[in-house]
């Protein structure tokens, strides 16, 4: 059963408009969320988090909006730039767990 | 942010002998790290949890035997591929917890490693 779910395996969008990611979450256990970003053959980089405590988190070009209600959570990255072409992974956490749970990726294209 | 830094980036070893991939992390002590594998176009699959002081927990299919993992202080975890074979040949990535903040306002951030290249001949 999958927890964690990124329904769209990949994106291209145009260089400088924004890229929508969205992941779906079933726990609703869950409580806190992240989003990473991994190039081919290095590890995940940490990007942004947002507690269920929150609506949105912002830092910088990133920004993570939480619809608790719904269950979803999406990543907006603006303007987009080529050096954001990447898998961007979604994965949540519940309160008191070490686990932390990956939805499968989106491969994200940014096309000049 | 945190670093974690792993070791070796890259090693090729022959079929049937072992090897010893390092995870460090360099600038906070954490007592929970995690290792995971992936494979080509695969999303990160979760092997164990590595917790300092005590035994791995390993996810289900997963041979303990295999994947020796031990976290014998709270900056560094080791994963052994012992016996290796050429289906053990992925791309291993370590990754360790840092808890900030408590209460309804702690997170658990996991930085990752910069992966670790395996391949048995």
């Known amino acids: 059963d999958q927890q964690v779910k990124q329904n769209s395996p990949s994106l291209s969008v145009q260089e400088g408009r924004i890229s929508i990611l969205n992941c779906d979450y079933t726990?609703?256990?869950?409580?806190?969320f992240l989003w990473y970003k991994k190039y081919p053959a290095e590890g995940p980089t940490f990007l942004i988090s947002?507690?269920?405590?929150?609506d949105k988190n912002e830092d910088g070009r990133f920004t993570v909006f939480l619809n608790k209600s719904a269950k979803h959570l999406s990543l907006h990255i603006v303007p987009s730039q080529p050096g954001d072409s990447a898998v961007y992974f979604c994965a949540a956490s519940g309160y008191g767990d070490d686990k932390i749970i990956f939805g499968k990726g989106t491969r994200l294209h940014i096309l000049p | 942010g945190a670093v974690v830094s792993q070791h070796p980036s890259w090693v090729i070893c022959k079929s049937g002998t072992s090897v010893k991939i390092e995870c460090r992390s360099l600038d906070f002590q954490a007592t929970t790290m995690f290792w995971y594998r992936q494979f080509p176009k695969q999303s990160l699959m979760l092997m164990a949890t590595s917790n300092e002081g005590s035994k791995a927990t390993y996810e289900q299919g997963v041979e303990k035997d295999k994947f020796l993992i031990n976290h014998a202080s709270l900056t560094l975890s080791t994963l052994t591929v012992t016996s290796a074979h050429p289906e053990d040949s992925s791309f291993y990535i370590c990754?360790?917890?840092?808890?900030?903040?408590?209460?309804?306002?702690?997170?658990?951030?996991?930085?990752f490693g910069e992966g670790s290249w395996l391949t048995v001949v």
């Open positions: 990754s360790a917890r840092l808890q900030e903040g408590a209460g309804i306002y702690s997170g658990n951030t996991i930085y």
């Open positions: 947002i507690s269920s405590i929150k």
């Open positions: 726990n609703s256990m869950f409580d806190y």
